[in-house]
């Protein structure tokens, strides 16, 4: 079965912190992919990375950066968190298609709020 | 940037009912999916239809997609109390892009 983690399920800091969220994929897949979910807004996309060490901008990447180390693990982060970050953070991967079949596997998610 | 749109955004029904979501989309696609998402967890993937496809069947699912209205409905036949949650349509954008868009989401309740 394929399989996409995420560090945490429920996640509470405070103002100002650095935050991290880490998504890993068993799946050897290229691509990994990071949206936050808000209510009547939702799935905009922070981040995209096709490759290890690649990365692309997504909707609304401000507030935000990501870590591509190896393959399987795709890092969020919150440089200083703040409030309006408080939201449904979710990672998905899909492998290379050329967009002709990119079906996205997405983890639990991670309910972060900000203090 | 919204792609996709669905309609409408909350439908209430009885077990054993059809249920029928819609979903507008704007710019040319390769393929539309949609996808199922329960209550605070991550989206699961249903059904993909290519652009040169216009029916598509897996189980009780039955998809259409019409790119000369750019529209796509997702039909769930017989429904159950477990499908209830919200449905996300998405569109990917020709050129060989990775990333999906996706829409807003509609939220299903099926009730017993």
């Known amino acids: 079965d394929v399989k996409v983690t995420q560090s945490s399920r429920y996640l509470v800091k405070r103002t100002g912190e650095k935050v991290f969220l880490e998504c890993v994929q068993d799946m050897d897949h290229e691509n990994m992919f990071w949206y936050r979910q808000d209510p009547g807004l939702g799935l905009r996309l922070i981040y995209f990375s096709y490759d290890v060490k690649m990365k692309e901008k997504g909707d609304i990447p401000e507030g935000y950066s990501v870590s591509r180390e190896k393959k399987e693990r795709f890092s969020l982060i919150l440089e200083s968190a703040s409030t309006n970050q408080t939201s449904m953070y979710l990672c998905?991967?899909?492998?290379?298609?050329?967009?002709?079949?990119?079906?996205?596997?997405f983890g639990p998610g991670t309910r972060l709020t900000v203090l | 940037s919204q792609q996709g749109e669905e309609d409408p955004q909350a439908l209430s029904i009885q077990e054993g009912e059809n249920a029928t979501m819609n979903c507008s989309y704007k710019t040319s696609i390769n393929n539309l999916q949609w996808y199922r998402q329960n209550s605070g967890r991550g989206l699961v993937h249903l059904i993909l239809?290519?652009?040169?496809?216009r029916e598509k069947h897996s189980g009780r699912l039955r998809v259409t997609l019409d790119t000369s209205k750019k529209s796509s409905s997702l039909l769930i036949t017989a429904s159950r109390a477990a499908d209830t949650a919200s449905y996300f349509c998405a569109t990917d954008t020709q050129g060989g892009s990775e990333k999906l868009v996706f829409g807003k989401g509609m939220k299903l309740t099926v009730n017993p």
């Open positions: 998905a991967s899909s492998p290379p298609s050329g967009g002709i079949y990119n079906e996205q596997f």
């Open positions: 239809i290519r652009s040169n496809e």
